[in-house]
């Protein structure tokens, strides 16, 4: 499936609320970063790592899994910091704990077509091999995504 620009900014201006799989305390490490600039851009953003379950980065408590973001918090984004290897794991989780998913992207170098087919099947967008803090600046400039988006 192609991804295209109206697609991406269309996904990107939908979603609340991202949980990141894969998410690194350390500065430096792109799950860090991209979770801080997401979070900048207006997103809330859910750290996921079970190394790091219950402490608070970004103004959130780290879940240890998907399963463990509690309830009321609607995670309508997973952002999958893993190996392509861990990705079918990660997918079912989110397609069996989060009633609000819609969208499964997978960061740069990461792609699994079979879980990705399987996303597609059950109704949900799919972004494979690319990172929204490249994406939001070329699709969007200076503007977050998600000034003048309508309420979802």
């Not at 992207?105 to 967008?125: D, N, S, T, V």
Request: hydrophobic share 45%.
């Amino acid at each position: 499936m192609t991804t295209t620009d109206t697609f991406l900014r269309d996904t990107l201006r939908s979603t609340r609320v991202i949980a990141v799989v894969g998410f690194s305390p350390d500065p430096s490490r792109p799950s860090h970063y991209v979770a801080e600039f997401l979070r900048a851009q207006g997103y809330r953003v859910i750290p996921v790592n079970p190394g790091q379950a219950g402490k608070s980065f970004l103004g959130e408590t780290v879940a240890a899994r998907l399963a463990d973001i509690p309830a009321e918090i609607e995670v309508d984004m997973v952002d999958i910091f893993r190996n392509a290897e861990a990705v079918p794991g990660v997918v079912e989780e989110a397609m069996a704990a989060l009633p609000h998913l819609r969208t499964i992207w997978m960061q740069l170098g990461i792609a699994h077509e079979g879980a990705a087919e399987k996303a597609r099947a059950a109704g949900l967008a799919v972004v494979e091999d690319r990172c929204p803090k490249m994406e939001i600046p070329r699709l969007f400039g200076r503007a977050s995504p998600l000034e003048g988006a309508p309420e979802v």
